[in-house]
């Protein structure tokens, strides 16, 4: 099922087969992007052609959620996420945004916005309570974005290179 947000032209819908090679160059971005915010995200070399690779495998996952803003025909953001479960927390199933992308000249027009209400409203669908979302420590952008849509911070992860 998709969703046209008629005032912005913006439809949001599950990604298909034939959103693979604009996914693809999105999740070049994202990952490109995020190692300038920690070295331990440093992309590998062959990193386009990996991201051709994840692109195809995330629109056959049937265990993700694989969401593409798509204005005309273009693929302007995307967003994964997967459901965690954990029995022992009375929130114990919840819905984990892992990418979420924007190209950079449709940002500040409420992409990510409409890409993690849709994203909301699956993880009803799939009866998680929370919805959390992951992102590299600095990414103020990131963290400004999540808390402007009333997300607080909620785990904090450390890393150490062995």
């Known amino acids: 099922m998709s969703c046209l947000y008629a005032e912005t032209g913006i439809n949001i819908r599950r990604a298909i087969k034939e959103d693979v090679k ?17 070295p331990s995200w440093a992309a590998v070399n062959n990193l386009r052609e990996l991201a051709n690779d994840r692109a ?30 954990n029995d022992l ?3 114990g199933r919840q819905l984990v945004i892992k990418e979420l992308y924007v190209k950079p000249e449709q940002r500040r027009q409420g992409v990510a916005t409409l ?3 849709r994203a909301r409203d699956e ?25 402007k849509m009333g997300f607080r911070p909620y785990l904090v992860r450390y890393v150490k290179e062995v």
């Not at 996914?23 to 915010?37: D, P, Q, T, W």
């Not at 798509?70 to 965690?84: C, F, M, R, S, T």
Request: net charge negative; hydrophobic share 45%; proline share 1%.
């Open 22 to 38: 604009q996914l693809s160059e999105l999740i070049y971005r994202f990952y490109s992007f995020n190692a300038e915010f920690d």
């Open 56 to 85: 195809n495998k995330l629109v056959e996952d049937q265990e993700s959620l694989v969401l593409v803003a798509v204005q005309g025909l273009e693929v302007i953001g995307y967003l994964v996420a997967y459901v965690e479960e």
């Open 89 to 91: 927390l009375i929130n």
């Open 115 to 117: 890409l993690v209400n």
């Open 123 to 147: 993880a009803r669908k799939q009866g998680a309570s929370l919805v959390t979302v992951e992102f590299p420590a600095g990414n103020k952008i990131a963290e400004d974005l999540y808390a």
